[in-house]
């Protein structure tokens, strides 16, 4: 059983059988390694959630700008 790194989690190696190892690769998810490259532990932090998109403000009507006057 191979052991592969994703592009998901390139941090963590897993062992895959040869199907799934193919299957991976056919998606192109897999992080292709030089036999020299180390790769660098995660470290960055999670994003910081948006804000809740806020309502349009509406301008007030002017008085006696409506056709029923």
């Known amino acids: ?16 059988d040869d199907a799934e190892y193919l299957d991976l690769q056919r998606q192109g998810l897999l992080v292709e390694e030089d036999a020299h490259a180390e790769v660098p532990p ?3 932090s999670p994003a910081a959630p ?6 349009a403000a509406v301008a007030p009507k002017k008085p006696g700008t409506n056709k029923e006057s």
Do not use: Y
């Not at 191979?2 to 895959?16: A, F, L, S, W």
């Not at 948006?50 to 309502?55: G, S, V």
């Open 1 to 16: 059983m191979p052991k592969i790194r994703t592009t998901m989690r390139p941090d963590q190696e897993i062992e895959v």
């Open 42 to 44: 995660a470290t960055a």
């Open 50 to 55: 948006e804000p809740a998109p806020q309502p």
